[in-house]
């Protein structure tokens, strides 16, 4: 669950344990999530950027050519307005799955968390070539490129990091707390346990944490900040 799986880099998903590995297609990894609690020794209060305007035009900047015009003009509007609107998000999505169409493959499939963040379904390798599997992946990341690497950094960073910690850690945490998810008194430090507890729980078994997995909330503050969610996506 934490950062990226390794089948990730490959652009391959595959199923574990006989649940669906979910992985987000981004290699840009998100922040975290609110109010800084000075009582934890693990919190930095490092921040991405010291607001969403300035972190849409570092974002920007680093995108270079890749980044298509109606991407371009979406962040544009972040970087004057300070926010990412829904309908720029859903556009660029919408974006995305025309692009991966039209270059002849089947409609990608997202599911959509409880904060409104999108993330795609695994695909499972269905024995297709690897030159097939290789194609895909490489049209998956000029797809992503061209339509929403950046929008979708932006809009997860908005509803799931608002103050931009740059420690993923931090940001789920605050991203809980500020949700009501865990006590006031939640650790980074305990949250690294409940996930790695988690990662390593049988399946079928519920793991001892802090945290509810099963919770639409946490999957959520974990999702925007960098996680990979393992489970059947019935239950996402």
Do not use: W
Request: include cysteine.
């Amino acid at each position: 669950m934490h950062h990226h799986h390794p089948t990730d880099r490959a652009g391959r998903f595959r199923r574990i344990g006989g649940t669906l590995a979910i992985a987000a297609l981004l290699p840009l990894l998100l922040g975290g999530c609110g109010t800084r609690q000075t009582a934890d020794p693990d919190a930095t209060g490092e921040r991405l950027a010291s607001s969403l305007s300035e972190y849409a035009q570092q974002l920007l900047d680093e995108g270079g050519d890749d980044i298509g015009e109606t991407q371009r003009a979406a962040i544009q509007r972040v970087i004057d307005t300070g926010e990412v609107s829904r309908s720029d998000y859903e556009a660029a999505y919408d974006g995305y799955t025309t692009c991966m169409t039209d270059r002849g493959h089947s409609k990608p499939e997202f599911y959509t968390t409880s904060n409104g963040v999108k993330q795609p379904y695994a695909r499972v390798s269905d024995g297709e070539d690897t030159s097939t599997e290789e194609g895909i992946h490489n049209d998956e990341i000029a797809c992503t490129a061209m339509h929403i690497s950046v929008i979708s950094v932006l809009y997860q960073a908005q509803v799931g990091n608002p103050n931009l910690y740059s420690d993923h850690d931090e940001g789920a945490v605050d991203c809980l707390k500020r949700a009501g998810l865990v006590p006031k008194d939640y650790t980074i430090a305990q949250y690294r346990d409940d996930v790695n507890t988690m990662n390593h729980v049988d399946p079928g078994e519920t793991p001892d944490t802090t945290l509810d997995r099963d919770d639409p909330g946490v999957q959520s503050c974990m999702v925007t900040n960098g996680h990979i969610l393992i489970g059947d996506p019935a239950d996402l």
